[in-house]
């Protein structure tokens, strides 16, 4: 049977679910010591997206949203996909056995529509970021830091902002003075929203 498991047509399935059971032993670690990979992962990984709500749904964000990642902690949503995609690939090969180039897309289709259906049902259970989702109105006067590129006026860049619930929302940013410039790690004052942006002044400490 273990040489089922690790056969050619086998391996990128059962890595799969060697990759979930050492997050697993990861995070029972973690907890044991006072860490959490979960935190750690949506720490490094955010798919809170600013977008206004007037703007129809699509592009990545409506990809995102189809496949719950953004209602779902990462790693919740990662072993969810890497276990659904393993146990897709090996039963696959389990009933005939394919050619990986075969075998491959089916299990990822089949991965896919189980983030989307089984998603729902755990993100039904796991009311966190449903709870304490805020609007991005309510962003005025917030202090946001740049984390990639250069903020012009006219061209926007992106900024990291942590809110009352300590979650990452990324949003674009521009000065709202003509030849001001925000380099990276510049920290900014939200005054005003617009259609793709917000416009900030520098956050100048007292």
């Known amino acids: 049977m273990f040489s089922f498991f690790i056969s050619e047509f086998n391996i990128l399935y059962s890595c799969a679910l060697f990759f979930v059971m050492g997050l697993a032993l990861l995070e029972g670690i973690g907890l044991v010591i006072g860490l959490s990979m979960a935190s750690a ?5 955010s798919f809170d997206i600013d977008v206004d709500a007037t703007l129809p749904s699509g ?3 409506g990809v995102l949203g189809w496949l719950y990642l953004s209602r779902l902690p990462v ?15 090996l039963s696959i090969n389990f009933i005939v056995i394919l050619p990986t180039l075969l075998s491959f897309p089916i299990a990822l289709i089949i991965a896919i529509f ?14 966190t970021n449903e709870s304490s989702a805020i609007s991005s109105d309510s962003f005025t006067g917030k202090i946001a ?3 990639v590129g ?8 992106e900024a990291v902002l942590h809110d ?25 004052i939200l005054i005003k929203k617009l259609s ?8 100048e400490p007292s």
């Not at 250069?150 to 860049?157: L, V, Y």
């Not at 793709?196 to 956050?203: D, K, M, Q, T, Y």
């Open 145 to 147: 830091t740049i984390t």
């Open 41 to 45: 992962f949506d720490d490094m990984f």
């Open 75 to 89: 790693l919740v949503w990662l072993i969810l996909f890497l276990t659904s995609f393993g146990i897709a690939g």
């Open 196 to 203: 793709r942006s917000w416009l900030a002044i520098e956050f």
């Open 164 to 188: 009352d619930f300590h979650q990452k929302h990324y949003l674009m940013v521009e000065p709202e003075v003509q030849g001001q410039e925000f380099m990276q790690g510049t920290q900014v």
């Open 150 to 157: 250069k903020a012009r006026k006219g061209s926007a860049a």
């Open 59 to 61: 592009g990545l964000s």
């Open 114 to 127: 189980s983030c989307r259906i089984l998603g729902g049902k755990i993100a039904t259970i796991m009311p």
